[in-house]
């Protein structure tokens, strides 16, 4: 399976534990987006990495929340010290250049803070 | 700030009742609009993508069109397989953009 791939698929977390959210982007892939989707709402972009780069990182909170994408591996999004309200599906896309879209999304990541 | 609304936001058919849903949207110049479907638990995953108005495009059941302000997702003599969530994004801007989502509507097809 060449798609989007994101493990793992269900997470749980006590609250003030750290949640680790990886993305592997499709084959030939180096864009990397990710995007939340809280209960009755839409998806909502968060950051969108290249490889070694940050380039927009306008829809991620600024507290406890991080992510990268290294040279070598896959896309990690790290929340720190979480809470109930970071409960939400976390979705990862990938493109294979700057300014051609997202289409493609992996199967998402089901974070659960108790 | 660029909007998408979709409507409505459920919609229950009788198998082989066709029907449409629809994605309005305010952009400061659109680049492409994207259809989804989204099942219970899982991602995204993708359909279509438009770019310009009086575009249309097909799948099996399903046809989108594109106007100015608004876009169609027509879907033909449905089955309870069609049931699913469907998302509406769009992209605007110029040089990279990422996608702006409506909250979806949820289609539930029954025998």
């Known amino acids: 399976n060449a798609g989007v791939m994101q493990n793992p698929r269900h997470l749980v977390r006590r609250r003030g534990q750290e949640a680790r959210l990886r993305c592997s982007p499709m084959k030939g892939h180096s864009h990397v987006y990710w995007y939340r989707q809280l209960p009755e709402e839409g998806l909502k972009f968060m950051v969108y990495l290249q490889k070694e780069n940050i380039i927009d990182e306008s829809g991620m909170p600024k507290e406890r929340f991080s992510a990268e994408f290294p040279k070598e591996g896959p896309s990690i999004l790290r929340i720190q010290q979480v809470v109930r309200g970071d409960s939400a599906a976390y979705f990862c896309a990938s493109s294979p250049a700057r300014g051609v879209p997202e289409a493609f999304f992996g199967q998402g990541t089901r974070l659960t803070v108790v | ?111």
């Open chain 2, 1 to 111: 700030e660029d909007q998408v609304t979709q409507s409505p936001e459920a919609l229950r058919l009788q198998e082989g009742e066709s029907s449409s849903l629809n994605c309005s949207y305010t952009v400061s110049g659109l680049r492409g609009l994207f259809w989804y479907r989204q099942d219970p638990g899982k991602g995204p995953e993708f359909l279509f993508t438009l770019y310009s108005a009086g575009e249309e495009k097909e799948k099996e059941r399903l046809k989108a069109t594109l106007t100015k302000k608004e876009s169609f997702l027509h879907i033909t003599a449905p089955k309870p397989e069609d049931s699913a969530t469907y998302l509406c994004a769009v992209q605007a801007g110029s040089g990279y953009s990422t996608l702006t989502f409506g909250k979806g509507t949820m289609l539930l097809v029954s025998p």
